[in-house]
């Protein structure tokens, strides 16, 4: 096993790919990257798929769905799921060994849904039910609409990865949604000691728009600290309410800690230290999603220290008013975050279906 992702693991940070495909699946290398390199499990979304089924891998998957006769989404839906199920069972020790905790495998609506409440719900129910096995989440989008969807997904007893959250101000909503679906569960009978969650909160895009309104400032000097400030902040969010006496109830009910994972963790700024959001964020109870290369380069060269987050959160805080200083608007800055996180999630959907939709009629 890899020494620096040990660490990582030791540290108490879940290490969890950010991609998946067939070929990964078939060629054994998401095994390998289980057995070498810690990965503790999987996120997809919609741009990770339509990058994945251009693969001539799923040449015959595609065409026994044109032989059934179905559409695009029909078709994207069972092949995504089988892919999914496919990399359940693969972490299937992992889930048992860690008590759930780990060796999840994350699938995600439609993002066109990410604005209607009842159709999120709906579609996360077929999910869980195409995919089958106990250790998926169903990723659900932190938009407003989606936080009541959160709420009814997780009273079912459906374990949910909320996504795209960039503000601490909406990742305290996704909290609240979270308690309150725990509460419905309970309620409706649901073992509280089997349905987990995480609140993924994007960290580079941060960046990448911070600093974008920091050079037009003329505030070079202060680039590349805001996704990090954020995400510690999220953190310390974290540490406070799952410290309340709500969660003390919950918690005596069985409930389970939502993590928070710390995703878009690859390093879109050439000049930065390419595993920055990943060794500048290391803390307990915590996931880290990563691309391939962000994990090999933390795997060669990344130092992982015990905890870079909580000795760190005085100084995010400073580093926010200062920021606010400067003239950024940091509420301004997330939400346009999220805004954009969904259009480019619509973008790459309507990418999948199109290519879906041609290699299905091409294979009739």
């Not at 060629?27 to 289980?34: A, E, F, Q, V």
């Not at 060796?103 to 999910?127: C, H, N, Y």
């Not at 250790?135 to 989008?141: D, G, S």
């Not at 409706?188 to 609140?199: E, M, P, Q």
């Amino acid at each position: 096993m890899n020494q620096n992702l040990s660490n990582l693991t030791a540290a108490g940070v879940s290490a969890w790919l950010d991609d998946l495909s067939r070929d990964r699946l078939q060629s054994g290398n998401l095994k390998d990257l289980i057995s070498n390199y810690s990965v503790r499990g999987v996120t997809t979304n919609p741009t990770i798929f339509a990058g994945a089924l251009k693969g001539a891998s799923y040449s015959p998957a595609i065409a026994a769905e044109a032989k059934a006769g179905s559409s695009a989404s029909q078709a994207i839906a069972n092949i995504t799921s089988k892919d999914v199920s496919d990399a359940c069972d693969l972490f299937a020790d992992l889930y048992r060994e860690s008590n759930g905790v780990d060796g999840r495998v994350s699938i995600e609506v439609e993002p066109t849904l990410a604005f209607d409440t009842e159709a999120t719900i709906a579609q996360a129910k077929e999910l869980f039910a195409l995919v089958g096995k106990e250790n998926v989440l169903i990723k659900i989008p932190a938009t407003k609409p989606g936080l009541p969807a959160i709420t009814a997904v997780t009273a079912m007893g459906i374990s949910v990865n909320v996504t795209l959250i960039f503000s601490v101000e909406r990742y305290n909503e996704v909290i609240d949604s979270y308690f309150e679906g725990l509460r419905q569960a309970a309620a409706n009978g649901h073992d509280l000691n089997k349905i987990h969650s995480v609140a993924s909160f994007f960290v580079s895009r941060v960046d990448t728009e911070v600093d974008k309104r920091l050079e037009l400032l003329g505030k070079p000097e202060l680039k590349s600290k805001a996704a990090l400030a954020n995400a510690r902040l999220a953190y310390e969010l974290f540490l406070n309410r799952f410290a309340t006496q709500e969660w003390r109830e919950l918690e005596a009910k069985g409930a389970r800690l939502q993590r928070p994972l710390m995703a878009s963790t690859g390093v879109k700024d050439p000049a930065l230290t390419d595993t920055l959001y990943v060794t500048e964020l290391v803390a307990a109870n915590l996931v880290n999603t990563m691309p391939e290369k962000t994990l090999m380069a933390t795997a060669d060269h990344g130092v992982v220290p015990s905890d870079s987050i909580t000795p760190n959160i005085p100084s995010a805080h400073e580093f926010l008013a200062e920021l606010e200083s400067a003239g950024v608007d940091f509420n301004e800055v997330t939400a346009l975050l999220e805004k954009e996180g969904v259009e480019k999630f619509i973008v790459s959907w309507g990418e999948l279906v199109d290519l879906v939709a041609a290699a299905l009629e091409a294979a009739k």
